[in-house]
Structures are given as C-alpha cells and as structure tokens.
C-alpha cells in the first residue's frame, strides 16, 4: 500500500509540474532558425550581408543601407538604417522613426522583403522578385545588430504592409563599402 501511495505521490507531482511549463509555453513565440528570415509562413536563409554607405543625406546621421541575402541573391532583406553620425560601427538598436524625422540616428526608414528573385533581362542592376514585401506605413519595429569579434549578428522584427511580420536573424561578417 505504502508503494501505491508513493507513486500516486510522484504521479501527482510530475503532473502539476507538467501543467506549470504547459502555461510557460503558451507564451513563447516560436523563434526564428539561425540565418533565417520569416514572412507569411515562408522561411528562407541568410549567408551573406553587406552594407552600402549613403552618408551625407542627412545632418543627423549616416544612412546605410543592410542587405541580407543568399548567395545566389534569389531571396533578400533590404533595411534601411541610421547609424549615429560618424559612427565606425553598425552595432545598436534601430527603432522605426518617428513621424517627420526619418533621419533620426538609431531608426530604420524602410524595409524590403524579395522572394524567389532573378536577374532582370531587361536592367542588369535590377531584381524581379515572384514576391515582394515592403514595410508598413508608418514603420513599425526594431533591428538589432551587436558586434562579436569580427561578426555581426543581427535581429530583426519589422511589420510590413498588411500587417504582414517579418522576422530573422544573420550572424557574420558585414562587408560595409563607403
């Protein structure tokens, strides 16, 4: 009996210990996958990124533009971002701006999501994507990007047009041309 009683005991207690992480897990999102971008239920990788230097359009900050993608560049993220002025780094945290300062340092002003892309035949400069995602207006979102030696890593959770969530995440090197 004292055995019956001790596993009714320890039955008991892995049940309410089960009921508690079942609530715990109820909250959490699910994540996004290392070097992964998220958008409407498809998600595709990230291996490279670099970022274009567009200094000098504002006197409050350096505009940048990052740029995630895949080697053969058939799927890519496009953020545009406002570094503090003269910074030497890429690393913080990038809020969307506020209205009627799109220019503010630490912002993004706009996003863009490319699915399924290809060369244009008709522009060698030019991407045609199958599908395409631009961000919501106002933007709406952070970026977070942190150094790690020579690495960078960064997060992004941005709303896009209706309402759509895009989510990912890159971590490595950022090749930054002035």
Do not use: W
Not at 12 to 39: H, M, Q, Y
Not at 69 to 87: K, M
């Amino acid at each position: 009996m004292r055995k019956l009683n001790a596993l009714l005991y320890l039955f008991l207690i892995s049940l309410v210990s089960l009921t508690a992480c079942t609530d715990d897990d109820d909250d959490a999102e699910p994540g996004v996958a290392p070097k992964t971008f998220n958008i409407n239920g498809k998600t595709r990788s990230l291996n490279i990124a670099g970022a274009l230097d567009l200094s000098g359009l504002s006197n409050d900050s350096d505009t940048y533009v990052l740029v995630l993608t895949t080697t053969t560049e058939d799927h890519h993220v496009t953020i545009g971002l406002n570094a503090p002025q003269n910074s030497t780094s890429l690393a913080g945290t990038y809020t969307a701006y506020t209205q009627g300062n799109e220019t503010a340092p630490n912002t993004f002003s706009y996003a863009y999501i490319g699915l399924d892309c290809t060369d244009d035949p008709d522009n060698e400069d030019e991407l045609l994507c199958q599908e395409e995602y631009e961000t919501a207006q106002p933007p709406a979102g952070s970026v977070t990007i942190t150094e790690d030696g020579n690495d960078y890593i960064v997060d992004f959770d941005i709303t896009f047009e209706n309402n759509q969530r895009g989510r990912g995440n890159y971590r490595g090197p950022v090749v930054i041309i002035e």
